[in-house]
């Protein structure tokens, strides 16, 4: 084997499970190890890419609009797996993060199909949220096939579920992994070595079985043109694109971009009376007037939900810009919904802002 080689590690996980807080984790304390990573955004605005630790340097990219598993050729794949890897990159290892909606194991295959001679396959992370573990997997359950490949399996949020609900889902996550390794943790708060300092990579590319590797889901024909693997907004059924069982194929998303500000009663009473099937809710809100010194990141998972104000930088663009992903919903409703909180009032409706501040966490929780 090449000792040259870079491992490439996909990080995988359903949506909101912790993999973009986990990354950030890895690129804060990853020491003297130079990390390159690859984010796969499902939403047309790439906010995960925009959160990740040192943004857009030359050690990170962005892979947006779709779910990397059905792209249709993986050139686009290889052309950054190309440039992280080129030597004078001095790159240690590289993580794929996928979208919270990708299949692991095409991902897989198609690290193992790359002629990149300096890179080699390095393992699946899976990232799980303990806390909505049992929803997950009863609504999805090609989650535990998604476990059953993996090589380290991280149960996160263990923060957010009683020390008995914890060991729970560790018991139920060990009897679905093969020889993986199963730990717990808050905040993607991993051993960074548990990550960066592999086994010989002979050994785990075993993990997935023939019949993984075979079985070939992926689209071949000339194209998918199924609109959640690359637009916003539509909907699609699985049968229209030949991905049946891929998780996205049951969702849609909707990107929202807007340049006046949104006011925080009306947008806090969508959030609050957020229909069950849209899960996830990610980006950043501009309230104008009501915080002028702030932008405020917003995340929800289920019916999690937080707020995160950060001071806006100097010059920075004042703008919302928020992915909304679920399935089963009316996106051109609530398009509409959202363009109807925009409000361009000269007045700062700072009791208005209570309803928002409800959800800020306390600022040690994360640190
Ligand atoms: N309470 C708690 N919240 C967490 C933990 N880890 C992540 N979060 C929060 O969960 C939300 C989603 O986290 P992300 O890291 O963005 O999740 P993700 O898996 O990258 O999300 P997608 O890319 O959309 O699938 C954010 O609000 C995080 O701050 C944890 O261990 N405990």
């Not at 040192?54 to 290889?78: H, I, K, P, R, Y």
């Not at 990159?89 to 001679?117: H, R, Y």
């Not at 806390?131 to 090609?142: I, L, N, Q, S, V």
């Not at 609109?227 to 059924?237: K, M, V």
């Amino acid at each position: 084997m090449n000792k040259q080689q870079i491992p490439v590690v996909v990080l995988a996980g359903f949506l909101g499970s912790g993999k973009t807080t986990l990354l950030n984790h890895l690129l804060h304390r990853s020491g003297g190890t130079r990390i390159g990573a690859i984010v796969n955004d499902f939403g047309s605005i790439e906010i995960d890419a925009m959160s990740v630790a040192g943004q857009l340097g030359d050690s990170t990219v962005s892979l947006g609009n779709g779910c990397l598993c059905c792209a249709v050729d993986a050139s686009e794949l290889d052309e950054y797996l190309d440039r992280l890897a080129r030597p004078a990159a001095g790159i240690d290892v590289i993580v794929i993060e996928a979208s919270g909606l990708a299949e692991p194991q095409e991902l897989v295959k198609m690290l193992l199909a790359s002629e990149n001679p300096h890179i080699v396959y390095g393992g699946i992370v899976e990232v799980v949220d303990a806390a909505e573990f049992d929803a997950t997997r009863e609504r999805h359950p090609e989650v535990d096939r998604h476990l059953g490949i993996a090589d380290l399996v991280v149960v996160n949020k263990a923060d957010r579920v009683s020390d008995e609900e914890r060991e729970g889902v560790l018991g139920v996550v060990g009897g679905l992994t093969d020889r993986a390794a199963v730990v717990s943790a808050s905040y993607g708060r991993v051993d960074v070595e548990m990550l960066l300092d592999r086994k010989p990579v002979g050994e785990r590319i075993g993990q997935l079985s023939f019949e993984d590797l075979r079985e070939d889901t992926r689209d071949e024909g000339d194209g998918c043109g199924h609109d959640g693997c690359g637009h916003d907004g539509n909907a699609h059924s699985a049968s229209d694109c030949g991905h049946e069982g891929h998780l996205h194929t049951a969702y849609e998303s909707l990107s929202f971009v807007s340049e006046v500000p949104l006011g925080p009663r009306p947008l806090m009473a969508l959030l609050d009376s957020r229909p069950e099937g849209l899960y996830r809710i990610k980006g950043y809100v501009d309230f104008g007037p009501a915080d002028p010194r702030n932008r405020y990141e917003v995340h929800a998972v289920g019916r999690f939900l937080r707020f995160y104000p950060e001071p806006w930088g100097p010059g920075e663009a004042r703008l919302t810009q928020l992915v909304l992903i679920g399935s089963g919903v009316d996106v051109p409703a609530l398009e509409k919904e959202l363009e109807a909180c925009r409000e361009d009032a000269p007045h700062a409706d700072e009791q208005g802002m209570w309803g928002v501040l409800r959800y800020v966490q306390e600022p040690d929780a994360e640190s």
